[in-house]
């Protein structure tokens, strides 16, 4: 979330820190800030707020609460002004379904004059990223981004009532950046009759839009299900910062302090009078955290805290609107963070645990993974989306891919058949690989194993059990479900009996993107000679184009008919350019170098 430091400054009275020691404090303390930038006499703080605190915290007055909480300064919290509502212009406001709207807020204001912001307002938009459009709905969006709580105005004059009700198959709505929507039944709509006027808590339509003839309002401010705006959102590929607050919950206590922020910040941009208002509210608040005492504080995080020091943090947090804090282990890690988790020193637990019990899947998948990688296999891990299948996905990440891979094998053989080129460049005679993961069928998922070579490897002999179920011959493939060996395999009491799984150090360097050029050579030398005089005059001739040390591929001796006795050791070479594409003329130049220095010595003939 793009954060304002101006924006934050406003609520308090004293100085805040510069904006890098702001971002200190929430590092430590709260969320990550990905970057700060200069905008004009502003920075914007680009902070990562964490799931968890989205409900409240994805607004300036959330990140303002914690900053307040860790650095002890006095926070003021902007209070609404009290306004007198009349029974002029009756609301209709009817909710078909109060699962997908709890609580529906609608409030008439009259006699507005719609027309551009001032300049404090459009700044504040500008600095995080949003376009001003008119004084009605950027005072909407400057409260959305104050309290976290989406709101929307509708042009009165075209609006006779308010309907919270779920789309008719095949209707459609224009939305306000001009798109037509088909909807389907599972899409909620504040609507007008047979007349849609949003997609709840996503966008607006164009129906009741507001523009410079407005004169009269009706202000929305709801709460809606997060997980049918979650699915609603992606199932139209719709995201707008509405759909995002709505989506991860806020508390339905918001709806009220929002909209009469918003009727203040109206009447002082745009003038009016407030009419009528509905309040539909069916909703049930989680009960209020409990505190919690040093001695639970101190079992849990090792630490030595006083019964003043935990108390006067529970004191400072302000409890509105915040719904992470139902259990006394959240109330716990809330003490911890403010406090400091510099503060938590490393402490040896005092109690025995007990073993775990074995989980048997995953007791044969690590079992059969460190036994083939110790026979020269190397594990993959491939899409779990894949061109066919037989459970297909509604909104794929990728259109080719839209559905969940029903085998492994296919995806085993386009890996062997991809690497196979790079064989030479690897070291390796064969591209041998396996891939331990979930299918998906109509029967559910289930866990399996495919294992494949590029060459001639007889895979049902490296397998520590007997394959019957094999999937596929092609490319030297084998698939085969591991459910059907855990009774064979997991008789274990402990992860202990596992086979050794002890580190190597492994050293990596930076891949070329240039192709590779493989040569052979095969050389005569005298019987008595040691291989790896060779060996040297191979690698010092090749130079630094050689990417890896020369692999032998065979060996023959052979008797001469003048009696001699020679042994032929032939040695594929790789080199590779981490700069440009190696020339034939550049390697045809080192391959000889090589050719008359090995020639060079007596007895020995490159043949």
């Known amino acids: 979330m793009k954060v304002s430091y101006n924006w934050l400054q406003s609520y308090f009275n004293d100085p805040l820190p510069d904006a890098t020691r702001v971002a200190d404090i929430l590092i430590f303390h709260a969320f990550e800030v990905e970057s700060i930038e200069q905008h004009g006499d502003d920075y914007v703080l680009d902070v990562k707020v964490l799931p968890n605190r989205a409900h409240d915290c994805l607004s300036h007055l959330g990140i303002a609460k914690e900053i307040a909480l860790i650095s002890k300064m006095p926070l003021t919290k902007p209070v609404p002004k009290s306004h007198e509502l009349t029974t002029a212009h009756k609301l209709n406001v009817s909710i078909s379904d109060t699962s997908a709207c ?8 009259e006699n507005v004059k719609v027309g551009p912001s001032p300049k404090w307002l459009v700044d504040h938009l500008e600095a995080v990223g949003q376009r001003s459009i008119n004084n009605i709905v950027d005072s909407a969006n400057y409260v959305m981004l104050s309290v976290g709580q989406p709101l929307h105005a509708f042009n009165a004059d075209n609006v006779s009532k308010i309907d919270v009700r779920f789309a008719k198959e095949g209707e459609t709505i224009t939305t306000l950046d001009r798109c037509t929507i088909t909807l389907d039944p599972k899409t909620l709509l504040i609507a007008d009759g047979d007349i849609p006027l949003a997609i709840a808590g996503i966008k607006g339509g164009t129906h009741a839009e507001v523009d410079d003839s407005t004169h009269s309002l009706i202000l929305e401010a709801a709460h809606f299900n997060p997980s049918l705006i979650r699915t609603t959102s992606l199932r139209h590929t719709i995201r707008t910062d ?30 009016g009078t407030t009419g009528t208002e509905v309040d539909i509210n069916n909703s049930t608040l989680k009960p209020a955290p409990q505190r919690v005492s040093a001695h639970a504080v101190n079992k849990l995080l090792g630490t030595t805290y006083s019964d003043a020091d935990v108390q006067e943090v529970q004191d400072r947090i302000d409890y509105e609107f915040r719904m992470d804090l139902d259990r006394e282990a959240d109330m716990i890690e809330e003490v911890g963070r403010v406090m400091g988790y510099e503060h938590v020193t490393a402490v040896a637990p005092t109690e025995k645990f007990p073993v775990p019990a074995v989980l048997p899947e995953y007791f044969v998948a690590e079992s059969l993974r460190r036994h083939l990688a110790e026979n020269g296999f190397s594990e993959v891990i491939s899409y779990s989306f894949a061109e066919t299948g037989e459970q297909e996905i509604s909104n794929p990440l990728q259109q080719q891919r839209h559905f969940l891979r029903a085998q492994l094998a296919p995806h085993l053989i386009e890996i062997i058949e991809k690497n196979n080129v790079n064989a030479d460049l690897l070291g390796v005679d064969s591209i041998r690989i396996f891939e331990i993961g979930k299918i998906f069928t109509k029967n559910g998922e289930e866990l399996q194993c495919a294992v494949g070579s590029s060459g001639k490897d007889d895979i049902n002999a490296t397998l520590p059990f007997s394959v019957t179920n094999i999937f596929s011959g092609a490319a030297n493939v084998v698939e085969f479900s591991l459910s059907s060996h855990i009774a064979s395999i997991s008789a274990n009491t402990s992860y202990t009996s596992l086979p050794d799984n002890t580190p190597v150090t492994t050293t990596y ?46 060996r023959f001796e052979k008797k001469f008919p003048d009696g001699t006795e020679k042994i032929s050791y032939a040695y594929r070479l790789v080199f590779q350019s981490p700069e440009k594409t190696l020339t034939t003329e550049e390697v045809n130049a080192i391959m000889g170098t090589i050719t008359d220095k090995l020639n060079a010595r007596a007895g020995w003939q490159v043949r």
Not at 102 to 109: E, G, T, V, W
Not at 245 to 271: H, K, Q, V, W
Not at 512 to 532: G, K, L, N, Q, W
């Open 242 to 271: 509405a759909s995002h607050r709505f989506e991860n919950e806020i508390s339905p206590d918001l709806a009220e302090y929002a909209m009469n922020l918003l009727t203040d910040m109206i009447i002082d941009c745009a003038g």
């Open 102 to 109: 709890d609580r529906y807020i609608a409030r008439r204001i």
């Open 509 to 554: 360097t930076h891949f070329s993107p240039y192709p590779h050029s493989p040569r052979d050579i095969a050389v005569f030398v005298p019987s008595e000679t040691d291989e790896s005089e060779i060996f040297d005059i191979v690698v010092r001739e090749a130079g630094p184009l050689l990417t890896r040390p020369p692999r032998r591929f065979d």
